[in-house]
């Protein structure tokens, strides 16, 4: 929950929305729109968690919805991606997947197309169906919208939420910060990447939406086999955002050592180059979860035998927020729930 005062003073001022997130204060007013009560509702509109959990007997069904925005290359296979994460991080395999695709008009028939191919193949590579979905062409878009649903099932006793972390859980986060923001920054401004990163640099940055990729499923999958507590994707807004929504979700204080927060070198002079913040640089591709200490070393093994890089950042404490340090000290800690990737438009 966000603390009383803070909403109360954010609403005696509201200010213009700015592209991102909406301001929490303003989403956790909102949130409580939320239609006709059904008790078969585990986990319904909440800050900072990941998809919906609805009750069917002996399984869960966790329920994501969320649009691609920040890039028209290959927005379809970002679509089925971004969404199956969320899907995932609840403890669920994702099963199936529609879609609401929006271009605008004298869009070319090729580019729809492919739309259809890409989420048919990254559908197809994680054992997605895909089940339906709208089309359409409207001038209210300047460029095609993708905007996914995933759904998936999970065993009553296998689901895990952002809302899970306890105190004295470690905090591990796997690959590192701004992977898919720092893709995109090299494709889409192709130019400023090749000063800061050189031709050859330019083109392995802009492929780190692939490698190491912005799937999480393998690695959450496995998190919650074996006994994460609570888990999220960061997206929008990247790391940093993603630790304040697990602390507030979750109602307890993270512990961040930032030195230990991996960022690839492409990425730190990328955005040196830009004047970005790395940990407020959209992330999907890393995971964030929490997870008794008795559990973590067996699970850092396991990320290991499959190559996925991870490693501790922290711990839970009782509190609220984040507690940031740098070098052994402690140091403000900064968030928005605007993406760096904004500041660019």
């Not at 509109?45 to 399984?59: C, E, K, S, T």
């Not at 895909?130 to 300047?142: C, F, L, M, R, Y």
């Not at 990425?267 to 999907?284: D, E, F, K, N, Q």
């Not at 800690?333 to 438009?345: A, G, K």
Request: hydrophobic fraction near 45%; proline fraction near 7%; charged fraction near 20%.
């Amino acid at each position: 929950m966000i603390d009383a005062e803070v909403q109360a003073a954010y609403l005696a001022r509201p200010m213009p929305l700015l592209p991102g997130k909406l301001p929490p204060p303003l989403l956790q007013r909102l949130l409580r729109f939320r239609g006709a009560p059904d008790r078969r509702v585990v986990l319904g509109p909440a800050f900072g968690l990941d998809a919906a959990v609805i009750d069917l007997g002996p399984q869960y069904l966790i329920l994501k919805s969320d649009p691609v925005t920040f890039t028209v290359e290959e927005v379809g296979w970002y679509a089925v991606h971004v969404n199956a994460n969320d899907v995932a991080v609840m403890g669920a395999r994702p099963a199936w997947f529609q879609s609401t695709i929006i271009v605008p008009p004298r869009t070319a028939p090729g580019v729809v197309r492919q739309i259809f191919r890409d989420i048919d193949r990254s559908a197809r590579g994680l054992g997605i169906a895909v089940t339906g979905g709208h089309t359409e062409i409207s001038p209210a878009v300047k460029q095609p919208i993708v905007a996914g649903d995933m759904q998936g099932l999970v065993r009553r006793d296998g689901l895990v939420t952002a809302a899970g972390a306890q105190v004295g859980d470690l905090v591990i986060m796997t690959k590192w910060a701004g992977i898919e923001g720092t893709s995109i920054i090299a494709r889409r401004l192709a130019g400023e990447a090749r000063k800061a990163l050189g031709d050859r640099g330019r083109r392995e940055a802009a492929r780190f939406n692939h490698r190491p990729g912005i799937s999480v499923v393998t690695e959450a999958l496995l998190a919650a086999r074996a006994g994460a507590t609570a888990m999220h994707d960061p997206t929008e807004g990247g790391v940093a955002a993603a630790l304040f929504e697990l602390a507030t979700a979750s109602g307890r204080r993270l512990v961040a050592n930032l030195d230990r927060i991996v960022v690839h070198p492409h990425t730190v002079r990328l955005c040196a180059h830009l004047g970005l913040r790395p940990l407020g640089l959209i992330a999907s591709g890393a995971l964030l979860l929490t997870i008794p200490e008795r559990h973590a070393t067996a699970l850092l093994g396991a990320f290991s035998r499959r190559r996925i890089p991870a490693a501790v950042i922290g711990a839970v404490e009782r509190g609220r927020g984040v507690a940031a340090y740098r070098e052994g000290k402690r140091v403000r800690f900064e968030w928005s729930p605007r993406d760096e990737l904004t500041r660019l438009e």
